[in-house]
């Protein structure tokens, strides 16, 4: 039997999963001089940032329900293995990433992106579930210390953590510092508002139409993840040929 999927999370990823695509389409526009938009700063930059925290929050908030789901129905070891599995198949995804745009953008590669942050993420969560809505500290402390390793520049192998040399450029680029702490964040308020993997706040059960759309996105996320970035690349060379004649 399927678990119960609360359509408000899905909603709101869902949302993220637009503006993403809108993001990304903007991105790719500029990227080949198809329009020169702004997409380093401004409302577009605002949007990427709102759109991978959204996405970021809600891996903890998904992650405490799934967790206390498992945790009454699996052993110890059972539980260890499946956020290991799932951890490492989610970075799988990210090498992936990495290989494609090695090959086609390699001056601007992906070396430790969203899937691959995501990934260790997930790995990491185990060892924070049992703290609840005390995960908000260790939280606010990583976004804290975000700040201090965004201005410390270091060898390539502290990628990871948030350090990095100053020659360093990747499209995409999200450091356990800070996002680790917004994964912690959305823990907390996921044992707040979720407790035991279950709804703890009144809200009609019943999704209601407008969300049914959004909902639908949010469900398949990782699937669009890899899909509209090939779709957009497609749009542009079909409308725009002559920004990216290597696809002719």
Sequence with gaps: MAAERYWEIDLARGIAVVTMIVFHSAFDLNFFGVLPLDVSGGLLRMLAYLTASTFIFLVGVSFTISYARAARRLTRRGLALKYVRRGLTIFSYG??????????????????????????????????????????????????????????????????????????????????LPWFGLVLIGMACGSLFYPDGS??????????????????????????????????????????????????
């Design 95 to 176: 090498l992936v990433i990495t290989a494609v745009t090695w090959i086609f953008l390699p001056s601007v590669y992906v070396v430790f992106g969203i899937l691959h942050f995501i990934g260790v993420a997930i790995l990491l969560a185990p060892l924070f579930a049992r703290f609840g809505t005390t995960n908000l500290i260790p939280g606010t402390a990583c976004i804290l210390a975000g700040y201090v390793t965004n201005t410390v520049l270091g060898p390539w192998f502290l990628l990871w953590i948030g350090v990095h040399p100053a020659s360093f450029a990747s499209l995409d680029y999200v450091p356990l």
């Design 199 to 248: 709804r703890g706040f009144s809200l009609r059960t019943a999704e209601p139409a407008f969300a049914r759309p959004f909902s639908i996105l949010g469900r398949h996320s990782l699937f669009i993840y890899f899909l509209h970035q090939p779709l957009i690349l497609l749009l542009i060379a079909v409308f725009a040929p002559a920004a990216m004649p290597v696809f002719w």
